[in-house]
């Protein structure tokens, strides 16, 4: 599946943003979504996982609380809203989709990946 992810930006400390990423595929629900996050210098990580059904999330320790990933099958298209945004969210965020039925935080399980969008918080 080929995911385009958008919505990425300048913003400030405390601001909000909301990254959207759409697959090109209708079997779009047939794949658990996620979130990475790679920053200058770091491997990349594990920001939020959503079901195939979107009943069912996961979400890294560092970002519990501030961010909530959502997904309309209709429309092939996962959300990642980030509040409350912190200088250390700075990273480009990668969608990526897997075609296993658990909610991975694991980098290998995940199959799809899109090209990233760069997130920049300022100080």
């Known amino acids: 599946v080929q995911l385009q992810a958008s919505g990425g930006g300048l913003v400030q400390a405390g601001d909000s943003l909301r990254l959207s990423c759409t697959a090109s595929q209708r079997t779009f629900s047939r794949y658990v979504m996620g979130w990475f996050r790679q920053a200058p210098g770091k491997e990349r990580e594990f920001v939020a996982a959503?079901?195939?059904?979107?009943?069912?999330?996961r979400y890294a320790e560092s970002v519990k609380e501030r961010f909530t990933i959502s997904r309309d099958n209709a429309k092939n298209t996962v959300y990642l809203q980030m509040n409350s945004l912190k200088a250390e969210d700075t990273a480009v965020y990668y969608c990526?989709?897997?075609?296993?039925?658990?909610?991975?935080?694991?980098?290998?399980?995940?199959?799809?990946w899109g090209q990233g969008t760069q997130v920049t918080v300022s100080s």
């Open positions: 990526t989709a897997s075609w296993y039925s658990y909610l991975s935080d694991r980098y290998g399980d995940f199959n799809s």
């Open positions: 959503i079901s195939k059904n979107g009943v069912t999330t």
